[in-house]
């Protein structure tokens, strides 16, 4: 079992995704070919990682996905069409939660059964007709991506970061940014110059008391 850096595409621009394509492409010195491919994915955010998904499923390895921190994604209220997501995919999709161990048990016996089958990804027409790994526009993907997430997801990840959303808002302001920032640093300055003379004579005085 080698655990690749991870990558949001084939198409590296830092060593560390070169080395993860090399891997999977079986060009990595030392090592073999993959007998099998484990593609761990966020299930709160399915249609990002879809274009590196669809990649590796034309690689022709054989492949499973698991849907990581499935957990958080029924917190948000996002629910999976698991049957259309296999059948769009061509491969096994397994809902699991590393943190709480959820699914974990079931997705070490399809690897296992999958191991047994060799049984490379059958490619969607719709994945298909985007043309060859190294052909494919990048918008065919992200159109791909789109329609899979459509049809075989349901709920936006939008519950959790409904504060960090609103605070991102006023900080990439920009106006409002340059307010923020300007506070920040008026906050800083007063803090070293001014309220910190007050525990500072107060320790001074300690000590010259004993």
């Keep these: 079992i080698v655990d690749l850096p991870g990558l949001y ?3 590296p621009t830092t060593p560390d995704e070169r080395v993860a394509c090399d891997a999977l492409e079986g060009r990595l010195a030392g090592m073999a070919e993959p007998n099998l491919v484990l593609l761990v994915v966020d299930a709160t955010n399915l249609e990002r990682n879809l274009f590196l998904t669809s990649q ?5 390895d054989p492949t499973v996905v698991a849907l990581n921190l499935s957990d958080a994604a029924e917190k948000q209220g996002i629910t999976f069409n698991l049957p259309e997501l296999r059948q769009r995919l061509g491969c096994p999709v397994i809902l699991v939660s590393a943190r709480t161990g959820q699914g974990i048990d079931e997705l070490v016996g399809v690897l296992q059964q999958t191991l047994r089958e060799r049984k490379a990804p059958e490619v969607h027409s719709d994945l298909a007709s985007c043309g060859s790994c190294n052909g494919c526009q990048f918008s065919a993907r992200y159109d791909w991506a789109a329609r899979v997430r459509s049809a075989s997801v349901r709920g936006e990840a939008t519950a959790q970061g409904r504060v960090t959303e609103a605070i991102d808002r006023v900080l990439t302001h920009r106006v409002g940014g340059l307010l923020a920032f300007a506070l920040v640093m008026a906050a800083t300055f007063l803090t070293i110059f001014w309220a910190a ?3 500072m004579d107060l320790i001074d005085g300690l000590f010259g008391a004993a």
């Excluded at 590796?56 to 022709?60: A, F, P, S």
């Design 56 to 60: 590796v499923l034309e690689l022709g």
């Design 197 to 199: 003379t007050f525990p």
């Design 9 to 11: 595409s084939l198409d």
